[in-house]
């Protein structure tokens, strides 16, 4: 396990050679994959250049040599793009714009990463590559769609990893594997170079294994794309202000009658352990009654937004149908009986709703939630696929169609050893203030980072290397 | 004619009973209304009731017993709302938020006016109450859908009115009656109480016979409303300031093949002139290539948005069909049919064209377009009911779609003597700028107001009259 400083710091003060560091990770991925966590791995000729590249700049760029995975729905030119489904197999010409980013930042990506078809699903075992499995407990679920990408970072296969985030595929997998995810603001990161699930939805996430990891990537990639619609324009921080204050917060969590954990009671204990952990950093516990926020989740599956996960393949579903997953198909297919009048009606009961939960928001600083209610076996899933799935998007569906920021944090560990995940969310744009929340909760529970033992570094070993860190962006600005 | 200023003043200065003023303006209504106007007045008691209440008040009220129309399809509590459509009739409980201010700060309805049937129409005609009547010549079209409102402010039969406007229904009947209207952003003023016709894109509109009667009213009715979920809180003004600098401004004009004047050359010729005003004001000329703008207009009707009329009145259409004039079950009826997946992809595609006219705008302070091509004859209309309707929104259907703020503007007289009515339009929020821009053409051009002979009044004798004005405003507020 290690994090992104600590890579940087093995190349600076300790002499670690990148070509052979990259070079032997990359020769790592391909000896052995049993989680199926990467559909294709860069080839030795073209990291060799990628690498040959980055021995002409500086070495204070803020990635340096850091190795990282991106899901295979997020183009990377010089590797096919599936989306998880080899029919649909094609070879970018450019690198999706927060991979172009990152690679000029100095970041290396080594390959593209399992994931749920099309991005379809929570559970990661949606995949003609084969199911992707947990990296605690290979008998269970991975979590998806962003499956593989979360289990190499677990893994320590690469330092981050990208992944992409509708309604939970960011967060239920990092949940899964004891990460650190952000599910940044609707717009703030581009999507363009990004296979589309709900187009209007899609957010770009991040992996990693603690808050600094987080905050370093987020820095490369935040930014407006002109080139992409959905892109916003940079905006003021919410009204509750940037920052969740580190001595007092107001801390919103779903009233009883709301928390469902499926009949896992030992996630029950986890998640009851973790508000007590908030409350140890100063949260002042709100119960929040979650109905329009579980409403507005219902829209996403039960109602007419599947159309847009069909309007975004149309022309393929309806050619090759049978290129298809079976579930893939039956869920995506769905999406062309839908009438535009329901939408319209839906979009509007979703303005509804959205006006709804400011009111619950104008109370708190921020609202944790389970990320998932349960960690299912891989046999579970098989024997009842659609809802197991369903259950896993109880507390992440609502998220991006209400406008939230969020990230995804651990919360430690179940005594059967099972990662258990919580999210801390905001209204739109409070994205650093989640980061920086979830990153005191990990230290301050000392949890081990992704499979590995160490804990999260200090903040003051942090703030030593921010300075040089801060200074460097600025160089290569 | 007689503006706010001038119906504030009678009462303040000359005396005048405003029992006696407004009883006589609603006889006068009553008596005669050989346009087709008004769909309901006021009766006798109620009105009596209201001047009770009204003289209770202080007499500082910044439209203290202002009269004016309402459209019928915004609710005014103890008159039925139509919506022009007898068999949806419904009597209000309360008023729409947008009345209600209005009230509270003065101001009194006479009646409800006529419109095109469910707000869909450019004309006035398509109405079960008789087509409503241009006020400059009863042969021509009035304009709509919010036609008779525009027709009893330009008549003086009222000081102002308030209509809606969700494809060009406030600009056009302004355009058509020698009248100023503000088409306020979306989400600016409250929909509260008003009949949907595209709930998203829907906004009530002014119409008032100069630039100090719009901001009066806009002053009043312009505020964030919690209960509306179409409502927007208070936004910055767009990057380009709030104001339009009065010395030296980027207007941008639509290229030679992007004008359409349908043939009419007359209004051609009325649109260049007022260009060369606005040249005189500051302008310099920069041209624009309208392509974007107008494909966003083609989706409004040409593609599935007219579902969004469909689900509005859903139930009623289904039920009564019958109940509905046959070209206003042909338009919205048709909104049946559209899929969810093909409005997704109109509203993805909506996205990039907002995105690829933001560079237009950052060239320029505001837009000037003709509000409509031509004023056709009710004849011609009769002839193609569809076909001359839809000519009338070549220059309006996009403004809503593109999120801007508009001000359609009288720009003078043709040689026929019918009035011809430009906009001005910027993004959103920048409702202000654009009433003072049009303000100031009106005055330069020494444009009679409404159906009258006087002038819009001088900026100094304003001046004078506004310190009072605001310093009521902090009374009452």
């Known amino acids: 396990m290690e994090t992104i400083a600590a890579r940087l710091s093995a190349y600076r003060d300790a002499g670690d050679s990148v070509r052979d560091h990259l070079l032997e990770r990359r020769d790592a991925i391909v000896g052995a994959d049993p989680h199926n966590a990467w559909i294709s791995v860069i080839d030795t000729a073209t990291l060799s250049g990628m690498i040959d590249w980055l021995e002409q700049q500086s070495p204070s760029l803020p990635l340096y040599g850091v190795p990282f995975a991106v899901k295979d729905n997020i183009d990377v030119a010089g590797l096919p793009t599936t989306a998880g489904c080899p029919a649909y197999c094609y070879w970018p010409d450019a690198h999706a714009a927060v991979v172009e980013r990152l690679m000029r930042a100095g970041a290396i990506p080594l390959g593209k990463t399992n994931l749920d078809q099309f991005a379809t699903g929570l559970v990661g075992s949606r995949s003609p590559n084969g199911a992707c499995r947990n990296a605690f407990d290979r008998r269970r679920v991975s979590g998806g769609s962003s499956a593989g990408s979360a289990v190499a970072v677990a893994l320590g296969q690469v330092a981050f990893a990208l992944g992409t985030d509708t309604a939970g595929s960011g967060r239920v997998p990092a949940a899964f594997n004891n990460l650190m995810s952000l599910k940044p603001t609707r717009g703030r990161l581009s999507t363009r170079g990004v ?259 160490q804990t999260a570094p200090a903040a003051e070993a942090l703030d030593a290397d921010h300075g040089e860190h801060r200074q460097a962006i600025a160089v290569c600005g």
């Open 195 to 453: 296979v589309p699930a709900c187009r209007s939805l899609d957010c770009v996430n991040i992996f990693g294994l603690c808050g600094d990891d987080l905050r370093r990537v987020f820095e490369v990639v935040d930014g407006f794309d002109p080139l992409d619609p959905q892109s916003r324009p940079p905006q003021p921080p919410a009204p509750l202000g940037a920052a969740i204050p580190p001595g007092r917060f107001a801390l919103g969590v779903p009233r009883d009658e709301d928390l469902e954990f499926f009949g896992d009671d030992q996630t029950a204990t986890a998640f009851h352990r973790s508000i007590e952990a908030l409350e140890a950093l100063g949260g002042e516990v709100r119960r929040i009654d979650l109905t329009p926020f579980l409403e507005a989740a219902r829209l996403l599956y039960e109602g007419p937004w599947v159309a847009e996960r069909y309007s975004a393949i149309r022309g393929f579903i309806e050619s090759q149908p049978d290129a298809l997953l079976p579930v893939t198909r039956q869920i995506i297919g769905a999406g062309a009986e839908p009438l535009a009048c329901d939408l319209f009606t839906a979009q509007h009961r979703l303005a509804e709703l959205r006006r709804a939960t400011e009111s619950a928001w104008a109370g708190i600083d921020c609202l944790v939630t389970p990320t998932a209610g349960h960690l299912p076996t891989l046999e579970a899933v098989e024997a009842d696929p659609v809802g197991v799935n369903s259950q896993l998007g109880y507390y992440t569906n609502f998220m991006n169609l209400l406008d939230l920021s969020a990230v995804a944090a651990p919360g430690g560990f179940t005594p059967d050893g099972l990662p258990f995940g919580l999210t801390l969310s905001a209204p739109a744009f409070m994205d650093r203030a989640l980061i920086d929340l979830a990153e005191r909760l990990q230290r301050h529970c000392q949890l081990p980072l992704g499979t590995g033992r």
